[in-house]
């Protein structure tokens, strides 16, 4: 792959398309829906050349399930879709996280709930961290909030996956999904990551592989879902990935992830010019949400503000890992219009 | 409309039905572990017939008469005959069918119900040197997963697709399914499948034979010898399809499920001769002569 170092301007859907194929990733199965469309739409033109295929299914139940059987493999393989296409992937993403495949898959937000509309939203962050399918489970989730992120972290989430066999989703929105930006196509370097021996390959010179979620023997599931759980405190312990503006000398701390935490940037830039010590804390990856980084903060700063496109979901988490003496605020903005920076600093003032 | 449970009346036809029974339980009880191409003095002693290389040597967990480990074994025929053994992937479906990885000696992933062919696409896709099947049984296929199916086999995707149809959920304990035949009593039918309610047994052969993405499509049944060599036929043909890239291979078999019927091996052996085969026809349906890209 060239290492093209020029800035070019693309769109954030693509950024996530390139990222996908210098990570390595040759299979895409997807379904048409909007605003995601300009990733199958890319990854259709660039796959066949590189030997890679390319499926658009009947439906998101079929892509994750064609992204299912391709990940038995060993191959590196990827899905995107929007909110309702999310929904009926969560069969299979649970089924994958069961088996202990890797996986990416991307949302690119719309709003809901139903058919909502096809504007920008926040709305499905419980979806995303909480598991979303049946079961016990969870899924790393990374919230870019530029395009250059669109890009690099659809690189890492294909090494994160591939670390801990489990599915991995890229969190983004129709704003950041269909805005341009400037990207430096800069391939990262990849994880040392541990040799794929689970992988389906035909059972030649060894035993058979199995790839299941069923256990059906006394204690085996239990034995199971425990060894699911140790996985994902060790996420917990070394994947968290966030990014403090401000958080040294401030007194008061607005949280916010992806789209919301630009606008909210400007907000806490609007709020230093005016004198009033504000922080901006943004979490990277929704789950391992970065509990430990926000009680530290929360150590100094007993005020924060979290910023949504919903009416109140990230801020269980920001309330969960603050210290029990801070306050958290919540202004939330339900999808259909995105708040102006200025309406965010009115908040801020309200009490601060 | 017929009930499940007919009566037997006519003692020739009993005879006929307990003798293929009876070979039928020959050909599952047979010890395939014992190697008896022994060598007597001098007297060498050729091997005709042995449990096939790629099943395990357990017993299946199938109820009693019925044709799931018929099935099975088909498959495994057909994969020792090409030698496919170590590149074969099987994808196991929900419903009996799912301990699959139990019984062959071959990678094996389990798909989510319905799902099984998607499944199987995304294993084909990504490594297209690999021998791919599954087994689906009539739920998995004719309902949930229907749409999967069928675009699985208008793409063309070259893989193979056993359709295990006994016309009944087994593994639920006994519910209507896709092509529970009408008037049968199931326990979500107890007065009897009844188109009104119902609608109509799907007959998933000929629905797939129309798609132009399908290169095999047969019915067969394996209720008696006589159809049970036709059905290792089309099985192995099947193989034979995917072996040499003709596309997408689909073989319907006919089963019984003596448990959730509520007959005897017996009695459901000669149900499926008398009340499923005269519905869902027995042949081949399709059969591509070249392939579609040449």
Same mark, same amino acid.
């Given at each position: 792959m060239d290492q093209n170092l020029e800035k070019i301007l693309v769109r954030g859907n693509e950024a996530v398309a390139m990222g996908a194929i210098d990570a390595g990733c040759r299979l895409f199965f997807g379904y048409p829906i909007t605003p995601q469309n300009e990733i199958p739409e890319y990854l259709s033109k660039h796959l066949p050349p590189l030997g890679g295929e390319f499926i658009q299914a009947e439906s998101e139940i079929a892509s994750i399930n064609l992204l299912l059987g391709a990940s038995a493999t060993g191959a590196r393989a990827m899905s995107s879709s929007s909110s309702p296409g999310i929904s009926l992937m969560q069969e299979g993403i649970s089924y994958m996280a069961g088996s202990e495949l890797p996986a990416v898959i991307v949302n690119i937000s719309r709003s809901g709930p139903g058919l909502g509309g096809i504007s920008a939203s926040q709305g499905d962050y419980f979806q995303a961290t909480r598991g979303g399918g049946h079961g016990d489970y969870r899924m790393i989730v990374l919230a870019p909030s530029t395009v250059q992120e669109m890009y690099d972290l659809t690189c890492l989430a294909f090494d994160l996956s591939d670390k801990y066999r489990n599915p991995a989703m890229i969190l983004g929105d129709a704003l950041i999904g269909q805005m341009k930006e400037p990207l430096i196509r800069r391939k990262p370097q990849q994880m040392d990551l541990p040799p794929k021996d689970w992988k389906l390959t035909g059972a030649k010179g060894r035993k058979p592989n199995k790839i299941k979620s069923l256990y059906l023997q006394e204690g085996e599931l239990t034995e199971h879902n425990w060894k699911l759980y140790q996985k994902y405190e060790k996420m917990k312990e070394e994947e968290v990935r966030f990014e403090t503006v401000n958080t040294e000398d401030a007194r008061f701390v607005i949280a916010a992830f992806g789209s919301?935490?630009?606008?909210?940037?400007? &907000?806490?830039?609007?709020?230093?010019?005016?004198?009033?010590?504000?922080?901006?804390?943004?979490?990277?990856?929704?789950?391992p949400y970065p509990e430990k980084a926000l009680y530290d903060i929360s150590t100094r700063v007993k005020q924060f503000l979290t910023v949504e496109l919903n009416t109140g979901q990230m801020v269980e988490d920001v309330r969960l890992s603050?210290?029990?003496?801070?306050?958290?605020?919540?202004?939330?903005?339900?999808?259909? &219009? *995105?708040?102006?920076?200025?309406?965010? *600093?009115?908040?801020?003032?309200?009490?601060? | 409309m017929s009930n499940a449970k007919v009566q037997i009346s006519n003692q020739a036809q009993i005879s006929k039905h307990k003798w293929a029974a009876f070979l039928i339980f020959r050909h599952l009880s047979f010890p395939w572990h014992l190697d008896f191409a022994f060598e007597l003095e001098g007297l060498k002693m050729e091997l005709v017939f042995k449990r096939p290389e790629c099943l395990i040597d357990v017993p299946f967990h199938f109820c009693p008469g019925c044709h799931h480990g018929i099935a099975h074994r088909l498959v495994a025929e057909a994969i020792d005959y090409f030698k496919i053994r170590e590149k074969t992937i099987g994808v196991a479906s929900v419903g009996c069918s799912v301990f699959m990885y139990d019984y062959f000696n071959i990678d094996v992933l389990e798909a989510p119900h319905g799902r099984a062919s998607a499944v199987a696409s995304g294993v084909k896709r990504a490594r297209k040197d690999l021998i791919v099947f599954t087994i689906q049984g009539d739920g998995d296929l004719g309902a949930i997963g229907i749409g999967e199916g069928i675009h699985t086999a208008n793409r063309g995707e070259n893989i193979t697709l056993i359709f295990a149809n006994n016309g009944i959920y087994g593994m639920t304990g006994g519910q209507m399914a896709p092509t529970t035949l009408l008037g049968q009593k199931t326990t979500t039918s107890p007065y009897g499948r009844d188109f009104t309610y119902d609608g109509y047994p799907i007959r998933m052969a000929e629905m797939m034979a129309t798609l132009e993405g399908s290169a095999f499509v047969a019915r067969v049944a394996v209720n008696n010898p006589a159809n049970l060599m036709k059905a290792k036929k089309a099985v192995r043909k099947a193989f034979q399809m995917q072996v040499e890239e003709m596309g997408f291979s689909f073989v319907e078999i006919l089963m019984s499920c003596p448990t959730n019927w509520g007959l005897s091996s017996l009695e459901a052996n000669r149900r499926v001769e008398e009340e499923m085969i005269p519905y869902f026809p027995l042949g081949i349906l399709k059969e591509r002569k070249m392939a579609d890209y040449l």
């Open positions: 919301m935490a630009r606008v909210s940037k400007t &907000a806490m830039e609007l709020a230093r010019e005016e004198g009033m010590k504000v922080g901006l804390f943004r979490p990277i990856t929704l789950f603050v210290g029990r003496d801070a306050q958290v605020f919540f202004y939330g903005k339900p999808p259909g &219009a *995105l708040p102006p920076p200025e309406e965010i *600093l009115e908040e801020i003032k309200k009490y601060y | -």
